[in-house]
């Protein structure tokens, strides 16, 4: 994707981040489109302060890592495992290579995300079972808010990421595994993203959100119900039904012993 420089990466780190980078570069270039290099650069804050001192005001107080333009450049929070450096250093790289795009700027902030999100592998179950929940208390977000992410805050930021994700997904169901590869090509040649699109699929934005909302409302709608606090709530009274049969059946075998042991106790005073 470019030239990069990196700085405070400790000695141990400094191999795995550098096969990180490599490895990810290779495989974004190959699996969707290559587009032109820019140099930039990786700074590895030393600690909470001097990653917001690096990151500036404007950073959501909730952000582990940044990605900036101009130059290109990504700030993060040293990561306490090689697994979370691993996502969180790809998620960033995505938006590198984003950055990259012509008219980049076009881009909504739920595709970035969403794209961030399924390269690094960071959905989960939590995710599924935060929108679900999200889903059927009317929380979700509009469509439209995700564009920006001016309405995400610290509270709602992890749905914020499992929407766009979703979203993300739901242009491969309207239209198929090519359609990010397609955009990358087409935005390449110097066109909008919501251009980009309608050459693609001949929808206009109004339809593809159409689409998108229709995929939103279709997923994981009972998902909810794995909620640890949900699961409580839901099979309490079933358990408290099986308690109160069991509870039953035991009584009637304990009465049948005893109206048992009375009819010998009868039968030994009758001999």
Same mark, same amino acid.
């Given at each position: 994707m470019g030239?990069?420089? !990196?700085?405070? !990466?400790?000695?141990?780190?400094?191999?795995?981040?550098? /096969?990180?980078?490599?490895?990810?570069?290779?495989?974004?270039?190959?699996t969707f489109y290559s587009i032109a290099h820019k140099p930039y650069s990786i700074y590895f804050a030393k600690d909470i302060k001097d990653f917001h001192q690096q990151s500036g005001p404007s950073t959501p107080d909730w952000a582990f890592a940044i990605t900036k333009k101009n130059?290109?450049? %990504?700030?993060?929070?040293?990561?306490?495992?090689?697994?979370?450096?691993?996502?969180i250093? !790809?998620?960033? $790289?995505?938006?590198?290579?984003?950055?990259? $795009? $012509?008219?980049?700027?076009? !881009?909504?902030?739920w595709f970035k995300e969403g794209m961030a999100v399924d390269e690094a592998g960071e959905f989960s179950i939590n995710h599924i079972i935060l929108f679900s929940t999200a889903k059927w208390n009317d929380k979700l977000f509009r469509i439209d808010e995700l564009s920006t992410f001016r309405a995400v805050n610290k509270n709602n930021s992890t749905l914020a990421y499992a929407q766009s994700?979703?979203?993300f997904n739901?242009?491969?169901?309207s239209y198929g595994t090519d359609i990010y590869s397609n %955009?990358?090509?087409?935005?390449?040649?110097?066109?909008? =993203?919501?251009?980009? $699109? =309608?050459?693609?699929?001949?929808? /206009?934005?109004?339809? %593809?959100?159409?689409?998108?909302? %229709?995929?939103? /409302?279709e997923k994981y709608s009972w998902m909810f119900l794995?909620?640890?606090?949900?699961?409580?709530?839901?099979f309490l009274p079933i358990l408290l039904i099986f308690g109160y049969i069991y509870k039953r059946?035991?009584?009637k075998k304990l009465l049948r012993k005893w109206e048992l042991e009375d009819l010998l106790e009868d039968l030994q005073d009758n001999d």
């Open positions: 030239e990069c420089t !990196v700085i405070g !990466v400790s000695n141990k780190d400094s191999n795995i981040v550098q /096969d990180i980078i490599i490895t990810y570069s290779k495989e974004v270039n190959k130059p290109n450049r %990504i700030i993060m929070q040293y990561p306490h495992n090689i697994n979370t450096l691993n996502k250093l !790809v998620h960033e $790289l995505n938006h590198i290579y984003l950055n990259n $795009l $012509l008219q980049s700027y076009t !881009v909504p902030s994700y979703l979203m739901a242009l491969e169901d %955009i990358i090509k087409k935005m390449m040649q110097g066109k909008t =993203f919501w251009d980009t $699109l =309608f050459d693609i699929t001949g929808d /206009d934005e109004y339809s %593809i959100k159409g689409n998108i909302k %229709i995929f939103l /409302d794995f909620n640890k606090y949900n699961l409580i709530f839901t059946y035991k009584n």
